[in-house]
């Protein structure tokens, strides 16, 4: 009989005890790209960024946190320049548990292409356009988000503001 608790219930508890078996490792990684990046030549050292930046390579051990830092990365290095809209469309990791190796296959789809047209400024009371144009210094070209929070930084740190936003349409 299970026991009983003064209130009249029924206590019941259960203890497992798990014994983790051999790690299992990671045999083929494939990165997939779709979007705007597949077929643009001028993108190609980007795709290979991604492919070299990949921290889960064939022999390394599996993990699920691993798994997901390698895929947070690689949009990360894909959104910071010339697709912001970048996003992870698939993702498989197929674990094999008797050979205990793992498949690894992501697509990233890139979206359209980014590029900075001619700088909009609003929301001046106080100061000229002309200079937040010298302080931002940003031009017309390929979307580059690290040059876009320097500009940002840039105005802030003028002291002449409180607070700026820099964002694209």
């Not at 026991?3 to 490792?25: D, F, M, N």
């Not at 795709?47 to 798994?67: D, H, I, Y």
Request: hydrophobic share 35%; no cysteine.
């Amino acid at each position: 009989d299970p026991p009983v608790s003064a209130a009249g219930t029924v206590s019941r508890s259960l203890t497992l005890r798990v014994e983790p078996g051999e790690p299992t490792e990671i045999s083929t990684v494939k990165i997939n790209f779709s979007g705007a990046i597949q077929n643009d030549t001028a993108a190609r050292s980007q795709r290979l960024k991604v492919r070299q930046n990949w921290s889960l390579a064939p022999g390394m051990r599996f993990s699920q946190t691993r798994w997901s830092d390698a895929k947070q990365d690689a949009l990360l290095t894909l959104t910071a320049q010339n697709y912001p809209a970048a996003r992870l469309t698939d993702s498989q990791a197929d674990i094999d548990p008797l050979t205990r190796q793992a498949k690894l296959e992501i697509t990233l789809d890139s979206g359209p292409r980014y590029h900075l047209g001619a700088l909009v400024v609003s929301g001046l009371n106080y100061f000229d356009e002309d200079l937040v144009r010298r302080l931002v210094q940003l031009q017309p070209g390929d979307y580059d988000q690290a040059e876009l929070v320097a500009a940002q930084q840039r105005v802030t740190d003028s002291g002449y503001f409180d607070s700026a936003f820099i964002s694209i349409d």
